[in-house]
């Protein structure tokens, strides 16, 4: 488990909140009406809780553990300690688990007993039929490990769907803000390495919502036709319906593409589509953004409504770096702001003196003299705005590796717990569960999908363990036969995936899970079937 002192954090935070204070300058208290139901009643920590407690972690040259910044807000940390330690609890707590179980007897109470043990270490019951055959052959672990994995998501998913259940004020603020700032869509190509899973809910914090479409791509390197097309559906919708906004409001659109690299191992723990090269994976996705618009401008004529913007993260500490664009909404990879950088020379200002260094520092990239870096003026307010926001939020992201990790994330590599096939679990956002390979034929994604197989080859069947692949497709229930084919679309994957890796299924280490699931955000998740 990769969350150490998570309980500690957030009984810390609820105590100031008692005692009226939430930060240790400024005299920050957080709202009451603050929604985020990842936090749970006070209780002492759980059998599986406390073992996750006292592990040593790496540190490293960020500010040291407890420091505070006046523009973080720990409460929300606090809660969202609590959601990672609950839904990474689940994942971690399958092996000793399954050991126990292992070591039980086969007499006439062993399954009463085998499900006893998972219901006190990870929170749900085995398949009973896997238990009752185990006194002809021994117990199947692969399958049960399989099954385990499957639960956990299951789980996970389900907890960050009542989140979302939850938290409707705070989409709709979101989304307020970002037609305040104009733009009435925002589109991000993160990734798909499972070091950005949490890239939404955690590093820039921003609440799931309808209004922001994300899809992972291996090295940020996402398909411009089918976002132009995406952008097609959001003009129309706006020309029939006005929806979010009319056609002559003058908001934009907005494409975002995130890159990653490691401060601490940058030519081994980089992406690994661009060969763990910061300025290969930097410029693939710049070219990108610009492939995509222009692409709007030479179909529409209408380039004025798009914006782009291009983010980089270091997977270490989840520290962003913002390419400001400049007044033609052009971008550098020389004119950035480095948050963590700012984050160490803001830790000591006030609150208000912070903030006026955030903006300050948005604004100092292009006022650079010609040469390196030189833009045409500055942004528009509205991406001046949005940028300091996403800044901000990151702020309370770098404290919160610093308080539960010493600065530093100790899995500073691959460390999923299972592979996701298809269009993914759009509502389980969180650092290094999944690996997410988006295709519609293996054919198109076998690169992807060779790159996934190869890092649990590593994680799991060296050590004996097979590998889940969660294999699922959304489907639309206007559309009449959406269902049926997304069905068949996973069925078709699945067989191909199969194939592909038929040593691997011949040895019991692939099981498949499919599932699927209606369009829109926190729809039930429809099990199909667990193959092996």
């Not at 929604?35 to 749970?40: E, G, S």
């Not at 907890?159 to 989304?175: G, H, I, K, P």
């Not at 803000?177 to 950005?196: E, K, M, Q, T």
């Not at 993260?313 to 971008?331: E, F, L, Q, R, Y």
Request: net charge negative; charged share 25%; proline share 4%.
């Amino acid at each position: 488990m990769n969350t150490r002192g998570a309980y500690n954090l957030r009984a810390r935070k609820a105590a100031e909140r008692r005692s009226g204070r939430s930060r240790s300058r400024g005299g920050y208290v957080a709202p009451a009406s603050l929604a985020n139901p990842m936090l749970v009643p006070e209780k002492s920590p759980s059998k599986v809780e406390k073992q996750f407690q006292g592990s040593t972690k790496k540190q490293r040259d960020m500010p040291v553990l407890g420091t505070q910044h006046p523009l973080a807000d720990g409460y929300i940390n606090a809660r969202l300690a609590y959601c990672e330690d609950s839904v990474k609890g689940r994942f971690d707590a399958i092996v000793p688990a399954l050991k126990q179980i292992a070591a039980l007897p086969y007499g006439a109470d062993f399954v009463e007993r085998a499900q006893e043990i998972a219901r006190q270490s990870v929170g749900f019951d085995l398949p009973q039929d896997l238990l009752e055959n185990a006194w002809v052959g021994g117990v199947d672990m692969k399958a049960l490990y399989a099954q385990c994995s499957f639960s956990a998501l299951k789980a996970a998913a389900d907890q960050f769907v009542d989140d979302l259940n939850q938290q409707v004020e705070t989409v709709q603020d979101t989304r307020n803000f970002f037609l305040d700032c104009g733009f009435h869509a925002v589109d991000i190509s993160p990734c798909a390495d499972g070091r950005l899973k949490g890239l939404t809910r955690y590093i820039l914090r921003l609440p799931l919502s309808s209004f922001t479409r994300r899809k992972a791509y291996a090295g940020a390197l996402f398909d411009v036709e089918t976002d132009v097309h995406h952008w097609e559906e959001t003009e129309l919708k706006r020309f029939r319906e006005g929806i979010p906004t009319t056609v002559d409001s003058g908001t934009r659109y907005l494409k975002m593409a995130v890159y990653h690299t490691s401060s601490s191992d940058p030519k081994h723990q980089g992406c690994a589509a661009h060969g763990s090269n910061e300025h290969l994976a930097l410029d693939a996705a710049l070219e990108r953004l610009y492939q995509f618009r222009e692409a709007i401008e030479n179909s529409f004529c209408c380039g004025a409504s798009t914006d782009i913007l291009l983010i980089g993260v270091d997977t270490d500490t989840d520290a962003i770096k913002i390419h400001v664009p400049d007044g033609n909404g052009d971008i550098s990879q020389h004119r950035v702001v480095d948050n963590g950088q700012l984050y160490k020379d803001t830790v000591n200002m006030t609150a208000d003196e912070a903030r006026i260094a955030v903006y300050e520092a948005i604004s100092h990239p292009n006022q650079q003299s010609p040469g390196w870096g030189a833009g045409e003026g500055e942004p528009h307010e509205g991406m001046r705005k949005l940028i300091a926001n996403l800044l901000i939020n990151n702020l309370s992201q770098i404290e919160y590796v610093a308080d539960l990790y010493g600065s530093s994330y100790p899995d500073i590599g691959h460390a999923e717990r299972y592979i996701s096939v298809g269009d993914g679990f759009d509502e389980v956002q969180m650092r290094n569960v999944a690996y997410y390979a988006h295709l519609h034929t293996l054919e198109e994604g076998v690169a992807d999908m060779d790159v996934g197989i190869k890092i649990f080859s590593g994680l799991n069947v060296m050590k004996g363990l097979p590998i889940p692949v969660a294999i699922h497709y959304r489907y639309n229930t206007k559309v009449p036969g959406s269902r049926d084919r997304a069905l068949a679309k996973a069925d078709r994957v699945e067989k191909a995936i199969r194939n592909r890796y038929s040593d691997l299924a011949a040895q019991g280490m692939l099981f498949c899970q499919i599932s699927v699931q209606d369009k829109p955000l926190g729809s039930e998740i429809e099990i199909v079937e667990v193959r092996s």
